[in-house]
């Protein structure tokens, strides 16, 4: 049997409680299960028993070298059903300033965020396979800045993703 999707991820945080109350803010993220010093959350449209788990280690945790100096996770990625979410989620992720970057990858139309201890996820609109073109598909060559509302006007705002991976 192959593996069928991610069910969640852990994460070891400073402050599982601050860390929660951003991904509640910015994604409405619900908690499900706690005890002392772990969160576990579920986010709202999810039907996995949780999507993160959140672990304190203190304050005193030196940031993550991931990348830097060490091997190491680079970021966790969901996504997102329409544009309007996407951008809803952009403008969340500003007020929060932890958002860090837009990309268009074709296929894809991504952000990328930082939570409170500089952990660092995506969040992505997938373009819907019946909307995909030659040109797009070249696209995915490249990486160029996110135009949210040229793919807006393009997709329209409310039109459903694909899943996974377009093909």
């Not at 991904?23 to 993160?52: C, I, T």
């Amino acid at each position: 049997m192959a593996i069928k999707r991610m069910n969640h991820a852990v994460l070891y945080v400073r402050d599982a409680e601050k860390t929660y109350e951003f991904y509640r803010d910015v994604f409405g993220f619900r908690v499900v299960m706690e005890m002392p010093g772990a969160k576990f959350l579920q986010a709202p449209d999810s039907d996995n028993d949780h999507d993160l788990g959140l672990f304190s280690i203190g304050d005193a945790a030196a940031p993550s070298d991931a990348g830097r100096g060490t091997v190491g996770l680079y970021h966790l990625a969901w996504e997102v059903d329409t544009l309007e979410e996407l951008e809803r989620i952009a403008n969340a992720l500003r007020q929060h300033d932890a958002l860090v970057g837009a990309s268009d990858h074709g296929t894809t139309k991504s952000l990328y965020g930082k939570d409170p201890d500089g952990i660092e996820f995506e969040v992505a609109w997938i373009v819907p396979a019946d909307r995909l073109d030659d040109a797009t598909l070249e696209a995915r060559k490249s990486i160029r800045p996110l135009d949210l509302a040229k793919e807006q006007a393009r997709y329209g705002a409310d039109t459903e993703g694909g899943i996974g991976i377009s093909v």
